[in-house]
């Protein structure tokens, strides 16, 4: 069968190429095209077109790229209806993917959605769009199923990717030392900052992070290069800081790390599963504007996974002016020490890890998937 995928950041990219293998695993005929990364053309996707071409955050920004967003889902969505794929599946990246549901819908094509737009948090009028153009929805968080069950739409669940993708990562037994080694790194002890994926988020919360650097001289501080980004994206926020950014090994560094400062998103949830101390930072354009904007339209106590999972706060959200030298330092200093807050959150995370379930949802989704494909054939 014919597999059309579209993701739209490197989170959507990673769980996109597992489900990649579990189809290809049920479904050996499977032919995979659509919009990603990386990720999804290893594990055998043709890619039209990389996610950090169309990656757009914040208020504002897509504001000022609404004409560069209208021409990609036009592009995107001759592309779906000329390729005439068996399914679409679309995965988060709502705001992208919901107008391309659309044009499926309307050509006769089958609609799939892997991992649901945050719709809790934000937007349940989008819910209606999910009902009218979405034949299937895969949920990756099991308060999703009694959320969608409040509208009349069945959500179906299989436990959690990241799981399958955190337990299945390499260098699992490298040792402090090996690792530093591999990357030239000082024997300090290492606080890992993972600044996002996309270039907003890279210049509104690395030089708040970044300032942690001179607060904190016992410690190396060392960015978890995003694969969409290269050096000359981090270097104007470095100044002469004797930071390092490795690349394709956020896994590997965060094992390596005695506390993390992590951008909201997927990231806080990868951090909480390899039990790594965190604060999680958020800001962005406009200043009070967006600040207005923000809590205007979100709905949720929470923007972290790890607190939203949990239903209370086991890692500190620092969001938009929260996001200061002060709040941030006061934080990691807490993240530091052995005992108090450090030992909560780690005795959190346990609990978050029994929560998410066994590894082998990837492979799961893919078969409900292929499962009900065929019975529609």
Known sequence: MKYYIIAGEASGDLHASNLIKGLKEEDPQAV??????????????????????????????????LGKIQTNIRLCSEDVVCWKPDVLILVDY?????????????????????????????????????????????????????????????????????????????????????????????????????AGSRSQEIKHVLP?????????????????????????DYAPYLNGKEVAVVYGQTYRLLQQSVAALVTSGTATLETAILKVPQTVCYSGEGGALSYFLFKAFVKVKYISLVNLIMGREVVKELLMQKLNRRNL?????????????????????????????????????????????????
């Open 32 to 65: 995979v095209r659509g919009w990603g990364g990386d990720l999804m053309q290893q594990a055998g996707c043709e890619i039209v077109r990389h996610y950090k071409d169309t990656a757009i955050m914040g208020f504002l920004t897509v504001l000022k790229n």
């Open 94 to 194: 709502a705001g992208f993917n919901l107008r391309i549901a659309r044009f499926a819908k309307e050509a006769g094509i089958r609609v799939f959605y892997y991992i649901s737009p945050k719709l809790w948090a934000w937007n349940t009028g989008r819910v209606k769009k999910i009902k009218k153009y979405v034949d299937r929805m895969y949920v990756i968080f099991p308060f999703e199923t009694d959320f969608y069950k409040k509208y009349g739409y069945k959500a179906e669940y299989e436990g959690n990717p990241l799981v399958d993708a955190v337990y299945g990562r390499s260098f699992q037994e490298e040792t402090f030392e090996q690792f530093v080694t591999a990357n030239r790194l000082s024997s300090k002890p290492i606080v890992a900052l993972l």
């Open 208 to 232: 708040k992070m970044l300032e942690m650097t001179e607060c904190f001289p016992d410690y190396q501080f060392v960015i978890a290069g995003a694969p969409s980004m290269a050096g000359a």
């Open 329 to 377: 330092r006061a934080e990691l200093t807490a993240l530091l020490e052995q005992f108090g807050k450090r030992a909560r959150m780690l005795a959190d995370y346990e609990e978050i890890n029994c929560r998410l379930g066994a590894p082998g949802a990837s492979r799961r989704f893919a078969a409900r998937m292929v499962e009900e494909l065929r019975a529609k054939q």
